[in-house]
């Protein structure tokens, strides 16, 4: 079983930063993609980014280009997200989950790509 813990998450002004990072236990982390969701009150669950098994490849939602930024250490089965120039509309709660497939390079943009989700780190950006 694969359990994922999220962390990182709190309040923030407008302009400041945040990393998140996701804990997965198990000894197939490194086999598989990560991915990034958020969903914010009302909304669908929407895709931020994701990151192949290697670390090798990164995608993006166009909202958060250029601010965010994935990274994983398979050494630590750990996932990162730095966020940077935070906006209001930031405002969600954050899921890490891990790809359904092994050995995938191909992003996964949608949450039924993904077969295990974390409880959701809460970040808040006021303006």
């Known amino acids: 079983q694969v359990q994922l813990v999220e962390s990182g998450g709190g309040l923030v002004q407008a302009g400041g930063s945040l990393r998140l990072s996701c804990a997965a236990s198990?000894?197939?982390?490194?086999?598989?993609?990560m991915g990034w969701f958020r969903q914010a009150p009302g909304k669908e669950r929407e895709f931020v980014a994701a990151?192949?098994?290697?670390?090798?490849?990164?995608y993006y939602a166009d909202s958060v280009k250029g601010r965010f930024t994935i990274s994983r250490d398979n050494a630590k089965n750990t996932v990162y997200l730095q966020m940077n120039s935070l906006k209001p509309e930031d405002t969600a709660v954050y899921y890490c989950?891990?790809?359904?497939?092994?050995?995938?390079?191909?992003?996964?943009?949608?949450?039924?790509?993904?077969?295990?989700w974390g409880q959701g780190t809460q970040v808040t950006v006021s303006s």
């Open positions: 990151i192949s098994w290697s670390g090798g490849s990164t």
């Open positions: 198990g000894r197939t982390f490194s086999s598989y993609a």
């Open positions: 989950a891990r790809h359904r497939q092994a050995g995938t390079v191909v992003a996964g943009t949608i949450p039924q790509q993904y077969d295990y």
